[in-house]
Nanobody, 118 residues
Framework: QVQLVESGGGLVQPGGSLRLSCAAS????????MRWYRQAPGKERELVAT???????TYADSAKGRFTISRDNAKNTVYLQMNSLKPEDTAIYYC????????????WGQGTQVTVSS
């Protein structure tokens, strides 16, 4: 089992920045993929950014150039640096980890609220 705990959300003005963190604990495989998703009120959950344990990062078009995903494997922590935030970035942000055969193990954090408003 793996536990994921997000932190770093909050209220920020348009144009501001936040850094989200997701700390993983438990039986974490050396090969895994970690992702950030978000879900705005009344909308489907959407993928924001992906970082595999080996390989390149990828971003949703809405995040490119503004968000940066990174990870510290020694701390089993993934980060999402969000700059130039817009009101449409307001959502609950969720951390996700997939690992195991065919990446069949799928874990979610509880989410952290990000609100962008003046």
């Amino acid at each position: 089992q793996v536990q994921l705990v997000e932190s770093g959300g909050g209220l920020v003005q348009p144009g501001g920045s936040l850094r989200l963190s997701c700390a993983a604990s438990g039986s974490i495989a050396s090969i895994n993929i970690m992702r950030w998703y978000r879900q705005a009120p009344g909308k489907e959950r959407e993928l924001v950014a992906t970082i595999p344990s080996v390989g390149s990062t990828t971003y949703a078009d809405s995040a490119k150039g503004r968000f940066t995903i990174s990870r510290d494997n020694a701390k089993n922590t993934v980060y999402l640096q969000m700059n130039s935030l817009k009101p449409e970035d307001t959502a609950i942000y969720y951390c996700n980890l997939r690992q195991g055969a065919l990446l069949s193990e799928n874990y979610w954090g509880q989410g952290t609220q990000v609100t962008v408003s003046s």
